[in-house]
């Protein structure tokens, strides 16, 4: 399935990689998500792939043994994008270690707006709202909320 999903992000990233100039030393998605999109990419590119998480602080960090190179070329990788804050996170962590991000892509873009600074390869675009309590028919009717993902926050 992952294959399936991610075959058309990477046509799009290999005809960019050669009419665009487009530029990817290796494959990063953050925990949980982005790490079966980056290792299916990274494997459909042929690059090398791995991810980053969150260590006991919350913080976000590269560990594993995982190492960037000074100026390397890295493209995010996650599999919902809602909010844009773990990719943000893991950017910010790349761009401190050294390297430059270069695009992000996705299976799903959820985004209700917003600018990514990147080339940006979503497979879908799924609309989904979002409400306030007040107007949540759920909440009104005592359903309680739930809150996946893998930020602890």
Do not use: H
């Amino acid at each position: 399935m992952a294959a399936e999903a991610l075959s058309g992000i990477a046509e799009r990233i290999r005809q960019d990689i050669g009419s665009k100039g487009l530029e990817i030393d290796a494959v990063v998605g953050p925990a949980m998500g982005g790490i079966i999109v980056a290792y299916e990419l990274g494997r459909q590119l042929g690059l090398p792939a791995f991810f980053t998480e969150r260590d006991d602080t919350g913080k976000m960090a590269l560990r594993r043994g995982f190492e960037l190179k000074p100026g390397q070329k890295i493209i995010i990788t996650e599999d919902v994008i809602t909010t844009g804050k773990s990719y943000g996170e893991c950017a910010a962590l790349l761009e401190s270690l050294g390297a430059k991000v270069t695009a992000l892509a996705c299976i799903v873009d959820r985004r209700q707006g917003g600018e990514i600074p990147w080339p940006f390869y979503p497979a879908c675009k799924v609309d989904a709202t979002n409400w306030e309590a007040d107007d949540c028919e759920l909440c009104r009717q005592g359903i309680p909320a739930v809150k996946p993902g893998s930020r602890k926050i």
